[in-house]
């Protein structure tokens, strides 16, 4: 997932697309809703207005959920399937449910040779490559320490927004955010007892995976903010993509299973379809409804549930200094998307005369 202010929020591990690039669109379209309601005012108006709070409430929490147990569904796809098939598996169930969702709103697919060329690497970057290196990463590390990795991807932003966008000046705020947050990432490791217990490559690669969805934004952003296409076509387009890539490489570097266990496939299903699919179309209708400034604080619940997920179901380790530094890791993103608040004119004082 990212933010229309260009650096990414932590992925979740999700279906990230080129859709929350038009943020501040959505934002103008939620004023104006707003804007409508109060210039025509009804006896419902209160009511509907509590009754859309709860509803975007309820939504953001599902988002939340379903985020935050990705992680847990590719611990458990892993124990039947290999990395690559559950990740093949789950941009392939997640574009199904996009394109039905695109043919029953009768939306078209992009038709630009260049559109599709930019979103075959947008693909890579935000679905193929990360996707696949979270399912490596599980193989030998735990599904909590995923998701603190995966909650990296704002500070891998804000480092690179520093260099490939102009527009993203560092401030003094931003970069404490980023030295808090890699000191977070330090705390989970366990860097004073020499990283004993944790499986570096793992980790690494996990690291990585957030560290692509950060050069994959930046990549859409250069791009593809400005192409006149749907979130949803868009989107639908990039999972297509992604799906392709991984068909060509998954049987070169796999077998085929033997058997298809139900837990595990199960598991594969609910990543794709939940937390891919369905959890896109969650963002997008909150990103249009509250703006991503609000939409984006789901970031700082992911690796919360991601980690009681892996404790409580998966039964996972868990020492004092995995959520400490989850925390620690979480405040320095926070700090990294922040903006300067813009500056106030001076209103003149009663009864002084301006020059």
């Known amino acids: 997932m990212s933010t229309a202010t260009g650096a990414p929020t932590a992925s979740a591990d999700t279906t990230t697309s080129p859709a929350t690039t038009a943020g501040p669109t959505a934002d103008g379209e939620a004023a104006t809703t707003a804007a409508t309601s109060l210039r025509t005012p009804t006896a419902t108006t209160a009511p509907t207005a509590r009754g859309r709070a709860r509803g975007w409430q309820l939504r953001f929490a599902v988002l939340s959920l379903v985020w935050g147990f990705s992680f847990l569904f590719i611990k458990v796809g892993t124990q039947g399937f290999a990395p690559l098939q559950v990740t093949l598996g789950r941009v392939a169930f997640g574009a199904l449910v996009l394109l039905a969702v695109l043919v029953i709103k009768r939306e078209r697919l992009p038709r630009s040779a260049r559109t599709w060329a930019h979103l075959t690497v947008a693909a890579f970057f935000l679905n193929a490559l990360p996707f696949s290196l979270f399912a490596y990463a599980e193989l030998t590390i735990p599904s909590t320490l995923a998701g603190i990795c995966n909650a990296t991807s704002p500070l891998w932003g804000m480092a690179l927004s520093v260099v490939a966008l102009s527009e993203d000046r ?12 890699f000191l977070g990432v330090l705390t989970v ?12 490559t793992g980790t690494v690669m996990a690291l990585g995976a957030s560290l692509c969805y950060a050069i994959g934004w930046i990549y859409v952003r250069r791009t593809l903010a400005g192409v006149q296409h749907s979130h949803l076509s868009m989107s639908s387009a990039q999972l297509l993509l992604a799906t392709a890539q991984l068909a060509v490489v998954t049987p070169l570097f796999t077998t085929a299973p033997t058997g298809y266990p139900i837990i595990p496939l199960l598991a594969v299903f609910a990543l794709g379809a939940l937390g891919t699919g369905l959890a896109f179309l969650i963002q997008y209708g909150l990103v249009a409804e509250i703006g991503p400034t609000t939409a984006q604080m789901v970031t700082y619940f992911i690796p919360v549930i991601a980690t009681a997920a892996g404790v409580a179901l998966l039964h996972e380790q868990l020492s004092w200094n995995t959520p400490v530094g989850a925390l620690i890791v979480l405040a320095g993103a926070a700090l990294t998307q922040s903006r300067p608040r813009p500056n106030r004119p001076t209103l003149p004082r009663a009864g002084r005369l301006e020059p």
Request: hydrophobic share 40%.
């Open 170 to 181: 560092p401030t003094r705020r931003r970069v404490a955010g980023l030295g808090l947050g």
């Open 189 to 200: 490791l366990g860097a004073w007892q020499g990283f004993a217990g944790t499986d570096l």
